[in-house]
């Protein structure tokens, strides 16, 4: 494995608002990394009832969404449907699909909008914030 293998590929992102939580994933992510971002967004309700989420999607490589435990999978969305309020996605058409259902991007009444990256201002405006 070589140095860069155990980079993680879900990284979080500061912002002015404590009830927005977002993150970059980027390029392979694992079923690790899976579990680590439902394990952040946890923490997060933790803390705030009802929140915003921002994802950018840098490179995706593929997601090991067949290996993942599907009790996980089905935990994170029932838990967005309670506390997401608004997710802004950040990337290529290709990554977007990709990414939009997988997570909990499909739960309703979770409100999504799909952002190119040439506009990631506009995703920040849309949840009334910007990056620090």
């Not at 993680?8 to 079923?31: E, K, N, Y």
């Not at 996605?89 to 999504?112: C, S, W």
Request: glycine share 6%; proline share 5%.
């Amino acid at each position: 494995m070589g140095m860069l293998d155990s980079v993680p590929a879900v990284r979080r992102i500061d912002s002015d608002r404590p009830d927005l939580q977002a993150f970059d994933i980027v390029g392979h992510v694992s079923t690790s990394d899976i579990e680590n971002l439902f394990g952040l967004l946890e923490a997060a309700y933790a803390l705030h009832p009802r929140n915003d989420v921002l994802i950018r999607l840098i490179d995706i490589e593929g997601v090991d969404w067949a290996e993942a435990d599907p009790a996980t999978i089905k935990q994170g969305k029932a838990d967005a449907r309670r506390h997401v309020r608004r997710c802004a996605i950040v990337g290529k058409a290709a990554a977007i699909l990709a990414a939009h259902g997988a997570l909990f991007l499909d739960a309703d009444p979770v409100e999504v909008r799909q952002f190119p990256p040439d506009k990631e201002d506009a995703a920040w405006a849309w949840l009334g914030t910007a990056t620090l």
